[in-house]
């Protein structure tokens, strides 16, 4: 079995220029791994677009808490898109994007394993995505009132699973089988790790909610009683959809902001070994998602009586183990970077800012996943949730816009400009914080989660006011975001093939990298290959 | 531009081997998490009814048995094609692949017999969530021995076709049945055996 796959433009070139293919054709039926990576990045930004004004319209609609513009069951269904949305359409192909074009690049091999199902996966997320839009558009999502149109958003949604499963595998497996020689798992770049971590996640998670879209297609179709009809439809999708699933989707911008910390330093990652295991910890959200159990702290409402004291320990050890455990491994991250910056005079770059400040608003979003699990508190079921989805989700877009910017110089040979960039990180942070934090507030006042009207003490309009133009300014900064990589990978100054001074292998191939990456197979012999040459080269 | 000093050819990581691992993770996934609906259904609809299975259907035990015994053929002739290529042995390997198809096709006659004799209606008039669970789960276990059977003639096609070292294939084909038998177990017993 071969596992280099010869790039699709390549073949072409040998088989005479009159057999070349239209540059569209080339792009459709690609297997190159960057040409795919960059597919999904760019689709998962476009989505992000139009999620971020779902969510602005949602906000919207609550500032006046007692009216509503759109019909109910419009509104059911854009609550749905907008979840759905964030998760699937934009923030996990954005994270798989960036994992398929980078972690081959990382890994020193020449493509990546199976890269023909990686497209398929690619394509059937797409048709899956457009057909669950129009099925939405055609009063077809969740509590929809088109049947023929449920039950496409069910079977879209399956053929989306698909792919984004495929897409993991295909990661997955790359990480595992396509290392340089001497690239052993402990020497695996901190972002390539993230990969492989959530890749294997997804493969234990999205299984399991395919499984559950079967049932409902097959309920839906034929007997509509067992599984709700078409307003239960998301109900038993929801563990995909929220914490601490969400967390694993997070976890490719937590490996880039990890990535970022000793070429930031400009140093040796201390303590490597930890922060793997820190970002391996992340993963265990993974458990949470598939067990579907109680994960919140219990003893509720009983004091410190030890009543049902066998339920009560197996309730706190799910709270501890799905909530607490990623949450710690964010915080190994986070606690190490102080370590790396120790006594060097750390050059602070736009990706940096993204990675750190993305990574931040997880963080906070983490925390607030382990206040939401605090019964006692009564947030279950109200806005604190979406909060806290809105903080992991938009700051891994955060992140993700670092990314891209980071390794755009080995996917289009071109830099972005670092000063507009800067600003436009702070932007996007701030959206971040005034899209959440407002419903952490209103969560407290018990404001309800998926609902346009409501009532509580207190001042209602102000947080919603606040959370629309949160979701306003997301939709400005990754307006922004598009429109200078649009411009900066067009017509940019041309990138060094190592503009930042970076340590890992994809800077030791020509910018933009060419058709299977590599002219030889580089061996290495530390998880900082290229540090070590520049080292040799310094000491001869 | 920096070079890094050249390594010599990798060795082979057995990505197809890797690859169908992890394929069948994901696959135990599957039907592991629509075993524990099915359970969660059952326990409910026991406490709600008294019963699970619809009144007036009886699980004919013998195709589904069959089907059981069936897998103890399978992995023995996946394995046995495993053992033939190792020796180079392309006959073997040919008739091994062969058969192990051919009992994908058992299996799948077993199940449209299972169907016939249950005579169990989809759309329960009751709301009973029984058929169509009953349907969907026993649904994508046939299309996971459909993907098997295209497995077997693919691993034929490549290894009869020439490509004879590549026994790669001819493991991870024994790999999936693998999964196959042991996922098929957990269904026997929870939907044919527990009912």
Redesign the interface.
């Known amino acids: 079995m071969t596992t280099i796959d010869t790039a699709s433009h390549t073949a072409f070139a040998g088989a005479g220029a009159t057999h070349a293919p239209s540059a569209v054709a080339a792009w459709v039926t690609t297997s190159d791994h960057k040409r795919l990576g960059r597919m999904l990045i760019v689709s998962g930004l476009v989505a992000l677009l139009g999620i971020a004004a779902v969510g602005a319209l949602l906000g919207f609609e609550r500032i006046d808490a007692a009216a509503t513009t759109l019909n109910a069951n419009s509104i059911t269904q854009l609550f749905a898109i907008n979840r759905v949305g964030l998760a699937f359409f934009a923030v996990l192909p954005i994270m798989l994007g960036l994992a398929v074009a980078i972690v081959p690049l990382q890994l020193g091999a020449r493509s990546l394993a199976f890269p023909r199902l990686a497209a398929a996966g690619f394509w059937a997320w797409f048709f899956g995505v457009v057909l669950i839009v129009i099925s939405v558009a055609a009063n077809g999502g969740p509590g929809g009132g088109a049947p023929t149109f449920v039950a496409l958003f069910i079977a879209a949604y399956a053929v989306m699973l698909f792919g984004l499963t495929a897409i993991a595998g295909s990661i997955a497996t790359t990480v595992l089988t396509t290392r340089a020689p001497g690239m052993n798992m402990r020497r695996v770049p901190l972002f390539s790790w993230s990969a492989l971590v959530s890749a294997l996640g997804l493969l234990l998670v999205l299984p399991v909610a395919a499984g559950t879209v079967i049932y409902l297609y097959v309920s839906y179709r034929y007997n509509k009683v067992p599984f709700g009809g078409n307003t239960g439809v998301l109900n038993y999708l929801g563990f995909t959809l929220t914490q601490p699933t969400t967390f694993l989707f997070a976890l490719p911008a937590i490996g880039f902001a990890a990535e970022m910390i000793p070429v930031t330093a400009r140093r040796r990652m201390p303590m490597r070994n930890v922060l793997l295991a820190g970002l391996a910890l992340v993963g265990v959200a993974a458990l949470g998602g598939i067990t579907q159990v109680n994960q919140s702290l219990p003893w509720s409402g009983s004091g410190f009586n030890l009543d049902d004291l066998g339920t009560k320990i197996a309730d706190l050890v799910n709270y501890l183990v799905f909530m607490d455990l990623p949450l710690t491994g964010l915080l190994v991250v986070l606690l190490l970077a102080p370590l790396a910056f120790k006594g060097t005079r750390p050059k602070i770059t736009a990706p940096f800012l993204f990675g750190f400040f993305g990574v931040l608003m997880v963080f906070v979003g983490m925390l607030g996943a382990l206040v939401n699990g605090v019964t006692d508190l009564g947030l279950a079921g109200t806005v604190f949730e979406e909060g806290v989805t809105n903080y992991v989700l938009y700051g891994a877009v955060i992140a993700g816009m670092g990314a891209v910017s980071y390794w755009g110089p080995k996917l289009w040979g071109r830099r972005l400009n670092d000063k507009a960039l800067i600003p436009l990180a702070l932007l996007g942070t701030l959206a971040v914080v005034l899209s959440s934090l407002p419903y952490y507030i209103a969560g407290f006042a018990d404001q309800p989660a998926g609902a346009v009207t409501f009532d509580y003490a207190g001042p209602q309009n102000i947080w919603n006011i606040l959370v629309t133009v949160g979701h306003l300014a997301m939709l400005l900064t990754v307006l922004s975001f598009s429109a200078l990589a649009l411009k900066g990978f067009r017509s940019g100054p041309a990138a060094g093939d190592d503009p930042w001074d970076a340590q890992t292998l994809e800077w030791a191939t020509s910018s933009p990298a060419p058709a299977n990456n590599f002219a030889e197979v580089h061996s290495v012999a530390s998880a900082e290959p290229l540090l070590d040459l520049k080292d040799t080269g310094r000491n001869s | ?10 060795a ?5 081997f ?2 169908t691992s ?2 069948a ?3 135990a ?6 075993l524990a ?1 099915w359970l969660r ?1 059952r326990n409910e609809a026991i406490a709600a009814t008294g019963h699970w299975v619809p009144e007036k259907i009886t699980i004919p035990e013998v195709p589904s048995n069959i089907m059981l015994l069936g897998f103890v053929g399978i992995c023995v002739f996946a394995q046995w094609a495993v053992y033939a290529a190792r020796r180079d042995d392309k006959q073997h390997v040919g008739v091994a692949l062969g058969l192990t198809a051919l009992l994908g096709l058992a299996y799948i006659n077993a199940q449209v017999a299972v169907y016939v004799q249950m005579e169990l209606p ?3 008039a009751t ?3 029984y ?3 009953f ?2 789960v026993t ?2 276990m046939l299309a996971l021995i459909i993907a098997g059977m295209v497995f077997s003639f693919v691993a034929a096609f490549r290894y009869l076709g020439g490509r004879s070292n ?1 026994r ?2 001819v493991t991870a084909h024994a790999i999936y049945w693998y999964f196959i038998a042991v996922a098929f177990s957990m269904l026997w017993f929870v939907v044919y055996v527990t009912k």
């Not at chain 2, 082979?12 to 197809?16: K, V």
């Open positions: 531009m920096l070079a890094l000093p050249p390594a010599p050819a990798p082979p990581r057995r990505q197809l890797v690859g992890l394929a993770v994901a696959g996934m599957l039907v592991g998490g629509m609906m259904f989809i759309n329960d709301g009973s969530a058929g169509v669970m349907y969907a649904g994508t590549d790669e294939i």
